[in-house]
């Protein structure tokens, strides 16, 4: 069966633009967690989004947004990009929760010059 | 709110020995304590998990236990192989089971042949 596939894999963008960054979860996966992994900082929550609503959210300012469409695929977008934004994007789909393991996507990487 | 610490950062090994890397956690609901692998260019993969109601789990050359009392759990690889190279996460969900992950920073484990 697919995994879960990110789009794209890699992007390059100016300080003060946008970003939208795609998620296609596992086939019958409801649940899409969305992570940012910097080498300082690690894996951070992003937030989750669950049958189309979010369910939990992380610390990270408003700039950060995304959201879940009925087929459960998921967008995540960041306003007004800044240098430190860089990071790779990683998505994780699981069935219903958190319990039982998420299936992560490659990441997009996402480089703001 | 829950804060996953995990040790040591970096680690490395002969091939043939084992290796142990340890995490506590701070959220007394968290019931669900899974280990991820992270390959270069890749997004992390479930390798093994346990449940709060289990003492200890193995699956061929990887075991992990738990000690729900002090908190803590262990990733146990035995015969390590150049293959194991790769960097570790241990992570606990916030707030129960329908809590995000929250991800140790990670370890880097490399074994030398």
């Known amino acids: 069966k697919a995994g879960v596939t990110q789009t794209p894999r890699y992007l390059i963008k100016t300080r003060g633009q946008q970003v939208t960054l795609s998620c296609s979860p596992i086939?019958?996966?409801?649940?899409v967690s969305w992570y940012q992994q910097t080498p300082g900082q690690g894996l951070q929550f992003l937030f989750e989004?669950?049958?189309?609503?979010?369910?939990n959210k992380g610390n990270f300012p408003g700039r950060f947004s995304g959201r879940q469409f009925s087929n459960s695929r998921s967008e995540m977008n960041v306003s007004t990009l800044e240098l430190g934004d860089s990071a790779l994007y990683l998505c994780?789909?699981?069935?219903?929760?958190?319990?039982?393991?998420?299936?992560f996507g490659s990441g997009t990487r996402l480089t703001v010059v | 709110g829950e804060n996953v610490e995990q040790h040591p950062s970096t680690l490395s090994v002969q091939e043939g020995d084992s290796a142990v890397i340890k995490c506590t956690y701070s959220?007394?609901?968290?019931?669900?304590f899974p280990w991820y692998k992270q390959e270069l260019g890749k997004g992390p993969q479930l390798i093994i998990d346990?449940?709060?109601?289990?003492g200890e789990k193995k699956d061929q050359r990887i075991a992990v236990t738990l000690n729900k009392t002090a908190k803590h759990f262990s990733l146990h690889i035995t015969e390590t192989q150049p293959e194991d190279s790769a960097v570790y996460f241990c992570?606990?969900?916030?707030?129960?089971?329908?809590?995000?992950?929250?991800f140790g920073k990670g370890t880097k484990l490399s074994v030398k042949p």
């Open positions: 994780a789909s699981s069935l219903w929760q958190a319990e039982g393991g998420y299936t």
């Open positions: 086939s019958g996966h409801r649940s």
């Open positions: 989004y669950f049958s189309e609503t979010q369910r």
């Open positions: 959220d007394s609901a968290s019931n669900y």
């Open positions: 346990i449940r709060s109601n289990v």
């Open positions: 992570a606990a969900p916030k707030g129960g089971s329908q809590g995000n992950l929250i």
